[in-house]
């Protein structure tokens, strides 16, 4: 499975952003999808990520209210809607899949990784 990860930029304090991943096989919609972030210097860290059984999403506390995870399986993609953007979500963005029906929030539970797509948030 590959994925691919699009949509990042630089953007001002308080905006929103829609990042995008997109997987290289039809089946994309029996993969749980988790959306991680790692800031410079940091760990890579769990965001979100959307469960395809149930479509049940999980959000890490610091983004809870202000990012949405949704999935278009005809499109075989999984979009990431960042709103209120600080500048402390700055980070690479990568999005990752797993054959695991609920979400998992560690790196290690998840097969596949894209490549990253780096938002930038300016005070």
């Known amino acids: 499975v590959q994925l691919q990860a699009s949509g990042g930029g630089l953007v001002q304090h308080g905006a929103s952003l829609r990042l995008s991943c997109a997987a290289s096989?039809?089946?994309?919609?029996?993969?749980?999808v988790g959306w991680f972030r790692q800031a410079p210097g940091k760990a890579r860290e769990f965001a979100g990520g959307i469960s395809y059984r149930t479509g049940l999403t999980r959000y890490a506390d610091s983004v809870k209210g202000r990012f949405t995870i949704s999935r278009d399986n005809a499109k075989n993609t999984v979009y990431l809607q960042m709103n209120s953007l600080k500048p402390e979500d700055t980070a690479v963005y990568y999005c990752?899949?797993?054959?695991?029906?609920?979400?998992?929030?560690?790196?290690?539970?998840?097969?596949?990784w894209g490549q990253g797509t780096l938002v930038t948030v300016s005070s």
């Open positions: 096989i039809r089946t994309f919609s029996v993969y749980t």
């Open positions: 990752a899949a797993t054959g695991l029906h609920q979400v998992p929030l560690t790196v290690r539970q998840y097969d596949y």
